[in-house]
Structures are given as C-alpha cells and as structure tokens.
C-alpha cells in the first residue's frame, strides 16, 4: 500500500517524473527503493500518472541520487517543477496578510494612530474584501442573496460603524477585519481543494500521444494525431499508449486495457483483433489500422458520459444561501420600516432614529451566520488531511453520512492489481526455498508482464540478487524461456486459466508457482461496513475472478464483466431507492464515479478518476471510510450548532435594537461576540 505525504513544514516536496513503469508492480517497487534512502521521509509512486512524489528533508537540494537510484533499477527519470504548490502558497498570501494587518488595528488605535488604522481597515475591507462586495452588488441587483452578500454587509456595516461621527469608534474595524479574513482562509481551502485535480478533459488529453508513427508509402513517418483519418495505419510500439481505436493488422502482443475494461491481467492481442484507446502495449510492435478518428474514441466517449453526469442536478443545495436569500431582504425591510416608523409615526428626534436603524442594521447583520459554515470547513479539512483524506467540495463529504449503499470496483480499489506469491511447490507438493524463486525472477527480470514486475517485487522484498539471463524468449499470451546459470528455464500460464497460477520448468523438475491477487482490504473491514452499509462490486473484469473476490470478503452482491455504459447505468438505477456511494479508481469507473451520490478513488488512481471523484484518500485504506463518516457527521453537527448559536442572538437583539435600547457601538460589540462564540465552537474537536 502507498504511503502517505506529510504535511510538514520540515520536509519539502520533490516531484520527478518518471518513464517505463507498465503496472502497480513497477510503482512498488520503485516506492521500496526510494524508502531505502535515510533522507526520504515519504515518497508514493503514482503509476498512472507517471510521477514519483518524495518528501525529503528541507536541507536535501539534490535530486540527482533518487534519479539514480531509479534508473540502477531499470526506469528513467527527471526532476519537474512542482508550480501547483508554489500557486498555492500564493493563495495563502492575501488571508494571512489580511489576518495580521487585522491583528494591528487595535495596537495602533492604542497608540493614537487613528489615521493609520483606518488606511488598514480601509485596505481590508475595500480591497482584499472586494471580490464580496462586488459579488453582493451583482446579486442584489437581480434580488438574489448569497454567502457573499452577508460578507459585504457585515464588513461594511462594522466599517461604517467605526467612522460614524460622534458614535464612532475606530476599534470597531477590526471586526470587519476579522470578518473578510476568516472568510478569506476558509475560500483558499475550498479552492485548493477543488482545484487540485485537473480537468476532465484535461486528463483523457495529456494521456494519449500528441503525435504518432504512420505507415505511408512503405515507410514510416511521424504525423500529429489529429491529421490522422480513419483507414490510416499507425505503428504502436513496445510501451507506448495506443492513441486510437482500431485493428491490429500486422504482429501480436499482449494489451493492457486495465484503465478501460478494468481488466487486471493483459490480454493477447492477434491479427483482427480491435483495441480501444488508452490501453498499453506490452509486447512487441504492432500495426494498427485506425477506425476511430481523434474526437470519437472510446476515450472521447467516457468523457461524454462523464460530462452527461456532471450536468445532472445536485440534490444538495447550500443551507445557509437559502437562509439568506430570506434573511436579508427581511432585516432590510425591517430597518426600512423601523426609521420610516419611528420618523413619520412617532416623530422621533433624526439622530435617535438613525441611530437605531443603524443598530438593527449592525445586530441583525448575520455576521455568525456567514461565518458558521466557512470555519467549520477551514476545521473540516484540517483535521481530514491529518486523517488521510481531501474533498473536494463541504457538500460532497456531508452527504457520506446519509449513503446506505457502497458499491466498490475490485482492480485496485479492493485488490491491488499487484500479485503476490502464495507458494512454489515440486511436482510432489513440497513447497520449495528461495533459490527456485531467484531463477524464476531471473528469467523475467526482461519481461514487462505485470505478473513478471510483481515477480521481481517479491524477490526484492527477500533481497534476494539476480542471476544473468541468455537466450530470453517471450511469447505473448504463452509466457518466457531463457537460460539462467546454464540451466534452460521456461514460465508458462497454468492450463487452468482461472486460476492465475504458473507453471515453471528448470531443466526438467516441474514446479507450481501459485499466485493471488493482492487484496488491499480485509475481511474485517467489509464486515465492519456492513453494518452500516449494503455493501456490492461492480467492475469491468472477469465474473469468475469477481465472484472469487466477493466469496473472500464476504460480499454477496458482485456484478463482473461490466463496461462503463453498464456501471452507469447500474449507478442510475440503484439510485432510483437508495442513495450510493461508488469506490473507484480507473477511467473505465469515470462515469458511475461522477453519477454516484458521493464518489471517492485514491491518491494511487488514475487521473481522471481523481478529477471526478468527491473524495479522494491518500493515506491509508478503505478502514478510512469510518473517520470519513464521523468527521462527516461531526462537522455537520457543529455547523447545526453555529446556526443555532447566530440564530439565537438575533433573536434576543434585534428586538432590542428595535426598542431603542442598544446604540450602534454596544451593536458592533454584541456582533463581535456572536461571531466569536461561532469560530470559538469551530474550534473544538471535531
């Protein structure tokens, strides 16, 4: 399993990009590497994505030895510049800039400086706070409230409280200081959370070559991938990403479709067989005739369903925006006519009533209001990425609490898509020591079968060193031969497919090689969510293999052989009665990921899937989900709490304002409070 990243200000992070990894089992393996290495604190090797993500200390500025130690074991890489996180310190540089000139009005009110404190509140309000007002004069003129509207309000009245002549009091800008700051960190969270993830669109493109080799006039050119036309023939080579959908019609090899079909094992591909774009060849050369055109691939399609399912309404709408559109507009019409009242019924003295509209303005300004969710959210994420998860919006990870039903792919969301050696026996049954199994690594040490890496993974694991293998021979589908210390040594599939196991030959003493597949949950787990959940698999590999997991987990409900459309389509119909959460981690779980209530993938999973998964854990396993539902309900518990703690205030002091009773000062103060006692229960242990 993949470690985590520690958000730590001693470390540093350090991102290479790294080529020639084929399946998990590279990843691993070059993760066990880099974890040898004393100055890395943390590292996770992202097979999809190509990249290597190290947490070293401070002080290390060398990448060339992790480069090294990369390529000493067959892969290449190179340093990249990670600009995300230098953007995102960037966004933390106005809230926190804005927080300490707040925490400076008050030291210079005390020290005579009013003029100085007020160009600070002014800088505050005005200008790191402008994005608000601009936002509420929008709304208010085509009579809509938002989170936004009660920002502006509240900064604006604290701001004209404090230069109001003779009840003025300069201190009281601080308050809309403190206002326009804390909403400021809240929205810099939520943004980065949102933004981590690239587009859709984005993903699916930077996965396919920008250019391709063709076959034209018995020789081969290289041609921009969007000049090519359905009948050309394109050379896919060893490694390479197949970049249109089409049919082999020259050589064979072995095809790995896992990031469409779900498909945990590599296919063998011959003369007249269709591949789908995105898929990896493993094996030798192959040409290609195009039969889909760049815009209407397999690929192109799963986009589509994606964006059909983020078109789809949100059955979640913001709480507090819907308070305010009816909160607002009524203290507006409330202060309106208290003045309106008091000047032309009572006929009270002008700067009395002014003063007491001034109040209701101030002590029914839901300052709390618009704090309640924003601190809770700061709070929320804090404490889920300590927990080993992000989301990406507040509503997605409220609406975890209400799932009844969890639906989990199986290749690399329950199993790895890693395997692992369970045993080598003799052909008399007797389980055999390591050195069998250092000439079986030996021999597919050339290999790049997802089975040969997982292999070499577990050699490695017993630092068991390799001999030297001559006269290697692959064959696509059948397995690999060679010499390995002068014996003739040769690794074929077992006759029984489903199995999965291995048949090793050296010499001529036969040996069974029994292989599993690498669960990254236990039964325990399952269990445990079971009593919450109605737990089921849905995924694109064989039923057989689904089933075999199912049995292991206890799982009665799995659905095998199931292609995007149909995990859609399951999505949608499961909906109909229950409210579904979809585990997932490839681009052939986009859809369903998209289309369920609440969606989540992992830091290891594609791209794609990440940019449209809600919830993504990147630390740790599925015994996540548990945390994930506590801090779910936690938090939505104390944002209930904040409501309440907002609501009662206004409704003891707005009819104390509307009295008369308060002036506008003792109303910045009590505002002050309120919003105090919301961050102060924000605060609390979630």
């Known amino acids: 399993m993949n470690k985590a990243i520690p958000l730590s200000a001693e470390t540093k992070t350090l991102v290479l990009s790294v080529e020639g990894m084929t399946c998990a089992a590279c990843a691993a393996r070059i993760e066990r590497v880099l974890t ?20 070293v200390n401070l002080e290390d500025n060398n990448s060339d030895e992790y480069i090294q130690r990369i390529r000493s074991i067959g892969y290449s ?24 000139f707040t925490l400076s009005i008050n030291p210079l009110i005390g020290a005579d400086q009013g003029l100085a404190a007020l160009g600070i509140g002014s800088l505050i309000i005005f200008v790191f706070g402008r994005k608000f007002h601009v936002s509420a004069l929008k709304n208010i003129k085509k009579l809509n409230f938002n989170m936004d509207t009660l920002i502006s309000i509240g900064s604006l009245s604290s701001f004209a409280i404090g230069i109001l002549p003779n009840n003025g009091e300069l201190m009281y800008l601080e308050t809309g200081g403190f206002i326009i700051s804390f909403i400021l960190l809240g929205k810099t969270i939520e943004d980065i959370s949102i933004k981590s993830s690239v ?24 041609k921009p991938l969007n000049q090519i036309e359905i009948g050309d023939v394109i050379i896919v080579k060893k490694g390479e ?12 090899s072995e095809v790995d479709e896992s990031v469409i079909s779900g498909e945990s094992e590599p296919l063998t591909k011959k003369e007249g067989d269709e591949i789908v774009s995105g898929s990896i060849n493993l094996g030798d050369d192959i040409e290609v005739e195009v039969v889909k055109k760049e815009g209407e691939t397999t690929l192109n399609h799963i986009e589509k369903l994606i964006l059909k399912a983020q078109t789809s309404k949100p059955e979640v709408q913001d709480l507090v925006d819907k308070i305010t559109n009816i909160f607002v507009p009524s203290i507006l019409i409330l202060s309106f006519a208290n003045m309106i009242f008091k000047l032309f019924v009572l006929e009270n003295d002008f700067s009395e009533t002014i003063s007491s509209t001034i109040a ?83 021999v597919e040490q050339k290999s790049n079968h997802p089975i040969a890496k997982s292999i070499l993974l577990e050699s490695e694991i017993k630092n068991l060193s390799l001999f030297p293998v001559d006269n290697f021979i692959e064959t696509p589908g059948i397995g690999v031969s060679g010499v390995v210390e002068n014996k003739k040594v040769s690794v074929f599939r077992s006759k029984d497919d489903l199995k999965g196991d291995l048949e090793l030959i050296i010499d001529n003493e036969e040996f069974k090689v029994k292989l599993v597949e690498d669960k990254t949950v236990n039964k325990d787990i399952i269990k445990d969510l079971s009593k919450d959940y109605e737990i089921e698999i849905l995924s694109g590999d064989k039923t057989e293999k689904v089933q075999e997991i199912g049995n292991d987990l206890n799982i009665k409900n799995v659905l095998g052989n199931q292609s995007p459309e149909d995990k859609l389509k399951y999505i949608q119909e499961k909906q109909m009665d229950k409210t579904v959460g979809f585990i997932g981690d490839g681009i052939n779980d986009s859809p369903a990921l998209k289309q369920a209530n609440v969606s989540l993938s992992f830091s290891q999973s594609t791209q794609i899937a990440q940019s449209v998964s809600d919830i993504i854990i990147f630390k740790g396993g599925l015994e996540i989900l548990n945390k994930i539902f506590n801090i779910s309900k936690n938090s939505n518990k104390r944002i209930i709490q904040n409501l309440f703690f907002a609501f009662i205030y206004n409704i003891i002091m707005i009819p104390i304002a509307v009295s008369g009773s308060i002036v506008p000062s003792m109303a910045a103060l009590a505002m002050a409070l309120s919003s105090l006692s919301v961050v102060l229960n924000s605060s609390r242990k979630l």
């Open 77 to 100: 890489a190179q340093e990249e510049i990670a600009e995300e996180k230098k953007s995102n310190i960037r966004k933390f540089l106005t809230p926190f800039l804005s927080l300490i």
């Open 360 to 442: 209701i303005l101030v002590v029914a300004c839901p300052c709390a209001l618009g704090l309640a969710t924003p601190i809770v959210l700061f709070r929320t994420a804090s404490v889920s990425n300590r927990n080993g998860f992000i989301f990406k919006n507040f509503d997605y990870l409220q609406r975890f609490k209400n799932l009844d039903t969890i639906v989990f792919d199986k290749t690399g969301t329950l199993t790895s898509g890693i395997f692992k050696i369970e045993s080598i026996s003799d052909s008399k049954g007797k389980i055999v020591d390591d050195e069998v199994l250092r000439v079986l690594a030996s």
């Open 36 to 55: 040898k290495e004393k100055s890395v604190k943390d590292v996770v090797v992202n097979f999809p994505l190509k990249k290597a993500i190290l947490e």
């Open 241 to 252: 990403i197949i970049p249109l959908d089409g049919v082999i019609i020259r050589g064979s």
């Open 199 to 222: 587009s859709v669109s984005d993903s699916i493109i930077e996965s396919i070559p920008k250019d391709v080799n063709v076959f034209e006039n018995q020789i081969t050119v290289r």
